[in-house]
């Protein structure tokens, strides 16, 4: 990389002790310049994130110029859950011409506490002399200049930002400071890489020439690469490959983002990597695949493969083939910041003409032992005679000139998703391309990769989970294509974009590919990926393709930017993982379902004296149970449901409008929150219920809800003020993450959520899709988990909402009861209206299944329902002796029930088989 050719003389300069120092001073000054156009730079970023995020809370939907608002598009949110999904779309607001990077904004600038921190006062332009030079030739000074507590000056400037490190405080120097890119799915970056003990900098430098080359909306965006990271907020780091060298590490946080950068050479990249590794936060939740445990310093990613477990455990049918499918593509270095490493699916599917499909029957599904460009007998004769007859003694002989993933292909899939659907505009000269070779219909592009040789395309991963990848919102002029509303048409079988990706996944994971992709992992990522059996199974490609195809470092700068330009577009088979034949999954075997201790016969009950209010788990054999009369009851989960400690009243009563309800109690990572008190307080008890471990206040009247993230990690509350707060729980120091000592919230909210004009009802939330809805009669709304306000769900003849549940992937369920009518209406992430059900009696609680597959209501009809998310189909029913009051899960077959009428009653659900076979209705 060129970016910084002035810094790193510099920097190397100030570490010779033959220099004089003079030179050392020009040194410091030319690191000092570089740094101040940083902080200038991420002035004007900061700025204008701020000012634009004022912009879209006053003139979105719910804000105080709702009339002004005009969402005229939506981009994809680049936060990932913890199966690597990016399924949120967030509003683009008219008013604001500068495209966000949702990852950069995710990820924050973070203070030294690792919190957010706002935008201050400007910074001085001026040099270390205060004359406004920064360059040239200065005088010493008497002691010799310490160029890390200069840089650190230098960087206090931006302490407003969170950039600054104040002298001392990270109790080190630089561990590692070098130039670097960040690689985008659209641009490379140019930025200086700071690592400090506790802080990992990215600093954008108004220098380099591809800045100062950019127009004014390039650089805004450029600008967003700017960035610091807490060590804490670190989850994980993996090596990379870039152009086929192994230069580049993505790191990830745990605020799901990620960002991966490219270094000059792969010692650097492995010294930053082996700096980063210790740093890491605490293992959580957001682990990816469990790999924490068997990273160390210089693995190699077919070592991840095999350390993992992975692979045994999805030979047992612990992971689902997607899981596995994105965790092979994340350790073979795929990823979705570089569209030559995208991520890679297979085609499983080979029906998508009729209106029927049964996936049980063979013939309606792909054969994965063939590579995507021989699926057919007339282009397996083809390839097999190009390779046989090839005679080109330059080139080595291969069956597809086109490789299965490439930039195309991917922006193939994304057309319809900004930002990509820019970037596609932009390498077309501004416009789409031809409908004809645009992604229109799914039957034509399975057509043309069975029959076209000039096509050869696998998938991609949102083809099994995000179906806005189908539908044109944002109204798109593709052109004339068989959609007038410019959406992908769709097999027969499904009749809308929800309904394809759901049939799709079920195919993923159906036992007939479960039973031969192995042979589809053999081709991409396995022993018959290169070599004799790749020639043997018709899957070579052109060798440019492949790592070790060509030495970049050894052509002259012509030969070298034609072969990289090359490697860029016509795609990169990924990192080889096995070297032997990857072993079958076991065959699918109806097991004898865990029961727990005393559910022999599906039910446990106990008597409690007053009616129960709220029951939560508080760890795998026990539970929580509330009474109408505020006590906690600690239960353990066993013949009788005997109590695990003795019982507690939960502090004063609540405010004498506020009924006792489920919603005014919720446990989180062992500890109960309560709410409802006169004094607008919200409380944290410790989860026997004998101490009062926090009285928190941040509303100006009564707190109405409560609500815990399934993770626990996270607690919402609702109040009569028309606002919700977000609150992150904390372990205490030395729990050692046991939930026995109880936890604690912040003492601040985490953010503040806005929108509603009466008063909030209920809450619900789940940190896997980063959304919180919140319900008052007038609305329910959808926010992140960083306050930005995404949209309210609409039901087309329902207006007062009362509860809602809220799935991992965001599938968010409302109970209505309007004019004497009741009904539930089921909801995407994205608030696409998916079906509603009539009731025929009123609800008084629901929670959702572990799993997000399922979830269970309960009200006055004395019976428990349980009903699958995405369709609200009825799978399962149990009548009660009494009103139920409470509903959670204790596991995804198990739940808790509070009855009116003093018991408590736990349930072992029978559930029965996913469908297999799907028509459009």
């Not at 598009?73 to 604001?96: G, H, K, N």
């Not at 990077?101 to 706002?118: F, K, L, T």
Request: charged share 20%.
């Amino acid at each position: 990389s060129n970016l910084f050719a002035a810094v790193e003389p510099a920097r190397l300069s100030l570490l010779d002790p033959a220099n004089q120092v003079s030179n050392k001073i020009a040194g410091i000054a030319t690191l000092t310049r570089v740094v101040e156009d940083a902080a200038l730079s991420r002035s004007r970023a900061v700025a204008a994130r701020a000012w634009n995020i004022v912009l879209d809370a006053v003139t979105s939907e719910r804000g105080v110029w709702a009339s002004f608002s005009a969402v005229s598009s939506w981009y994809l949110d680049f936060r990932e859950d913890r199966r690597r999904r990016r399924m949120r779309l967030l509003p683009i607001q008219r008013s604001i011409e500068l495209v966000r990077d949702p990852a950069a904004a995710a990820a924050g600038v973070r203070g030294p506490a690792g919190s957010d921190v706002g935008s201050g006062e400007g910074v001085s332009s001026k040099g270390e002399d205060g004359s406004g030079k920064t360059g040239g030739q200065a005088s010493a000074p008497a002691p010799t200049p310490d160029p890390d507590r200069l840089f650190r000056q230098s960087l206090s400037r931006v302490a407003p930002m969170g950039l600054a490190l104040q002298a001392g405080a990270d109790g080190s120097a630089d561990q590692l400071f070098v130039p670097c890119d960040v690689i985008r799915f659209d641009r490379n970056i140019a930025v200086l890489f700071k690592l400090t003990k506790l802080h990992l900098f990215l600093i954008v430098s108004e220098a380099d020439p591809g800045y100062r080359g950019a127009t004014d909306a390039e650089r805004a965006e450029m600008d967003l690469a700017n960035g610091c990271w807490a060590a804490d907020s670190m989850s994980l780091v993996l090596p990379r490959r870039y152009l086929f060298r192994y230069t580049a590490i993505e790191i990830f946080f745990s605020s799901r983002t990620s960002v991966l950068v490219n270094f000059a050479t792969a010692e650097i990249a492995a010294t930053a990597a082996r700096l980063l590794l210790p740093m890491l936060g605490a293992p959580d939740d957001t682990d990816l695949f469990g790999l924490r445990p068997v990273l160390r310093p210089g693995v190699q990613p077919r070592e991840l493969a095999q350390l993992s477990g992975m692979t045994r455990r999805w030979q047992e049918r612990e992971v689902s083939n997607f899981d596995y499918l994105m965790f092979l593509n994340t350790v073979a270095g795929r990823s979705y910041h570089d569209l030559g490493q995208y991520p890679v699916f297979p085609w499983v599917l080979s029906q998508y003409t009729d209106s029927f499909i049964d996936l049980t029957d063979p013939s309606n599904y792909r054969d994965l032992s063939l590579p995507v460009g021989a699926l057919s007998a007339e282009r397996r004769a083809l390839v097999a005679e190009r390779f046989s007859t090839w005679e080109d003694d330059t080139i080595p002989a291969f069956h597809h000139g086109i490789h299965y993933s490439t930039p195309g292909y991917v922006l193939f899939w994304l057309t319809r998703l900004l930002p990509f659907a820019r970037l596609l505009r932009t390498l077309q000269g501004g416009m789409f391309d031809h409908a004809s070779r645009a992604f229109t219909s799914v039957p034509l592009a399975w057509a043309s990769t069975v029959a076209s040789t000039s096509d050869a395309k696998e998938l991609i991963p949102e083809l099994y989970y995000n179906p806005e990848i189908l539908r044109n919102s944002n109204r798109f002029d593709l052109g004339d294509t068989d959609s007038k509303s410019g959406d992908v048409v769709l097999p027969p079988w499904a009749d809308s974009p929800e309904a394809f990706v759901r049939i799709h996944r079920a195919a993923l994971e159906s036992d007939i590919v479960s039973a031969q992709l192995h042979h589809w992992i053999d081709l991409i990522f396995g022993c018959k990926q290169t070599g004799p059996a790749a020639a043997e199974a018709l899957n070579v490609f052109y060798y440019l393709t492949y790592e070790g195809g060509c030495d970049l470092a050894a052509l002259n700068p012509a030969s070298r930017a034609a072969f990289t330009e090359q490697i860029q577009q016509f795609g990169q088979t990924p990192i080889q993982l096995f070297d032997r034949p990857h072993p079958a999954r076991a065959a699918a075997v109806t097991k004898a379902m865990a029961v727990r201790p005393g559910l022999e016969h599906g039910v446990m009950s106990t008597k409690t004296g007053v009616p129960v209010v709220c029951v939560a788990a508080a760890g795998p054999n026990t539970m929580l149970a509330v009474t109408a009369k505020q006590m906690l009851l600690p239960v353990r989960l066993q013949p009788g449901l005997p109590l695990a400690g003795p019982d507690a009243i939960l502090g004063e009563p609540l405010e004498q409008n506020v009924a006792v309800t489920a919603r005014c109690f919720a446990s989180a990572d062992g500890a109960l929150v309560s709410a409802g008190y006169c004094d607008h307080s919200m409380r944290v008890h410790s989860p026997d219920g004998s101490a009062l471990l926090q009285v928190l206040f941040a509303h100006s009247d009564v707190v109405t809800c409560v609500a815990a993230s399934p993770c626990g990690r996270f607690v919402a509350a609702g109040s009569r003020d028309t606002t919700v707060t977000l609150w992150a729980v904390a372990r205490p120091a030395g729990s050692g993450g046991s939930s026995s000592v109880g936890a604690r919230l912040g003492s601040q909210p985490r953010a503040v959520l806005a929108g509603h004009v009466q008063s909030v009802a209920a809450v619900a939330l789940n940190a896997d899709c980063d959304t919180v809805v919140s319900i008052a009669h007038d609305a329910v709304l959808l926010h992140t988990f960083s306050g930005i306000f995404v949209r309210s769900l609409q039901h087309r003849a329902c207006h007062r909402p009362y509860l809602a549940c809220l799935g991992p992937a965001g599938t968010t369920v409302v109970y209505y009861c309007d004019k004497g009518s009741a009904r539930l209406a089921a909801f995407t992430l994205n608030g696409r209206f998916l079906i509603d059900s009539p009731l025929q009696e009123a609800l008084l609680d629901l929670a959702v299944a572990p799993d997000g597959q399922h979830f269970v209501t309960g009200g006055v009809g004395r019976v428990a329902v349980c009903r699958r998310l995405d369709d609200l189909e009825v799978v399962s029913s149990f009548s009660c002796a009494a009103t139920i009051r409470a509903v959670t899960f204790l596991d995804n077959t198990t739940v808790a029930l509070g009855l009116s009428s003093d018991s408590l009653v736990v349930r072992r659900l029978l559930l029965p088989p996913p469908p297999a076979e799907f028509s459009a209705k």
